[in-house]
C-alpha cells in the first residue's frame, strides 16, 4: 500500500505525474524481461497494451455535461472506439481468414 499523499508533498509533484512515471517503469521493466525470454510473446502483450489503452476511455466514467472538457472525451470516446473496432475486425480476419 502506498500513502500517495506523502509522497506527492515530500517531492512535490503531482499525482497524476507519479503515476504516469510508474506506468512507465512497469512498460519499460516487462518490455526488457520479455526481451530476455525467448518464450514470451512480446507483440501479443504489445497488443494487449495498447487494446487496454484505447479500451480505457471507453469502459471509463464519462465526464459531466457542465464540464467544458465533455467535447474533448467525446472526441477521444469516438477515437477510441474506432481504433477498438479496427483491432476487432483486423483480429477477427487474421485469426478465420489468414
Known amino acids: 500500500m502506498i500513502n500517495w499523499n506523502y509522497i506527492t508533498d515530500l517531492i ?3 499525482r497524476a505525474m507519479l503515476n504516469i512515471f ?9 518490455f526488457s524481461l520479455q526481451v530476455s525470454n525467448k518464450l514470451i510473446n512480446t507483440y501479443g502483450h504489445l497488443g494487449g497494451f ?13 465526464v459531466q455535461e457542465n464540464d467544458g472538457a465533455l ?7 469516438i477515437v477510441c472506439l474506432v481504433v477498438e473496432l479496427a483491432f476487432f475486425i483486423t483480429g477477427f ?3 478465420y481468414i489468414g
Open 93 to 95: 480476419l487474421i485469426l
Open 12 to 14: 512535490g509533484v503531482s
Open 71 to 77: 467535447c474533448n472525451y467525446k472526441v477521444w470516446f
Open 22 to 30: 510508474f506506468l512507465i517503469i512497469l512498460v519499460l521493466l516487462g
Open 50 to 62: 495498447l487494446n487496454g489503452f484505447f479500451l480505457f476511455p471507453i469502459l471509463s466514467k464519462s
